[in-house]
């Protein structure tokens, strides 16, 4: 009976322990992600206010030179040459910090437990359609399944990534069919656009030692959450991007 008691007892003390530990592996994966998080933001932002910091002061130096201030206090015509200018830098300023604004609020989003990916990108394309003078277009499949907050935000940037690439080397009006599909213990994202599309290397280090670093921040992202990314594209057959994440009851695998 005592060894009986004495082995019930160490079992429990055992269980209790595993519980402690379990919960100190899931705080540090939190504070882990939370810090993954923090560098988005900051590297998300940077870009955007660095933008704006460089056109606030160009902006200043130019209303302070003597030339645009002659042509301001100037005639009606002198005011025209210049006033168009200054209202794009000003148009340009504020579309700047109404991005970083939302990539802001968008960062924030992702951090929550009960952040809404879908409605996050469909709420992007939206934007995108306005900003970039793009068709952006989103369909969702599948019952919706959770996929964390690493591999949501790794679906956001490469959204991001593409809607920008496509709105560099499209037309203004180019479709763009942005997919989310969910099977079961997957999430794929599938963003195609109706460009011109391009001849893509064999080897894609050949596109970031030219200058192009979008494909390999999009794998970058691919391999942190190890995900599985495609990209196709041809002469006149536009250009498609396709990343996979686990989700759902696989999350963790």
Known sequence: ??????????????????????????????????????????????????????????????????????????????????????????????????????????????????????????????????????????????????????RALALFRVLQEAITNAAKHCPKGTVVDVTLVFNEGRATLTIRDRGPGFTLPSDPAILSRAGHYGLANMRERAKKVSGKIRMTSAPGQGTCIELGVNAGEELEQ
């Open 1 to 150: 009976m005592y060894v009986i008691v004495y082995l019930n007892e160490r079992d429990r003390l055992k269980h209790r322990e595993l519980q402690k530990l379990s919960a100190a592996l899931r705080e540090m994966a939190i504070v882990d992600e939370r810090n993954r998080l923090a560098r988005e933001i900051h590297d998300g932002l940077g870009g955007v206010l660095s933008s704006v910091v460089i056109q606030s002061e160009y902006l200043l130096n130019m209303i302070d030179g003597s030339e645009v201030r002659a042509r301001l206090s100037g005639n009606t015509e002198a005011r025209a040459v210049i006033l168009p200018t200054i209202r794009k830098e000003l148009s340009d300023l504020h579309d700047a910090a109404s991005e970083s604004m939302d990539e802001l609020r968008r960062s924030l989003r992702i951090m929550k437990e009960d952040f809404d990916l879908v409605g996050a990108i469909s709420d992007y394309c939206r934007l995108a359609s306005g900003r970039h003078r793009l068709d952006v277009r989103f369909e969702r499949a599948g019952q919706e399944r959770p996929v964390g907050p690493e």
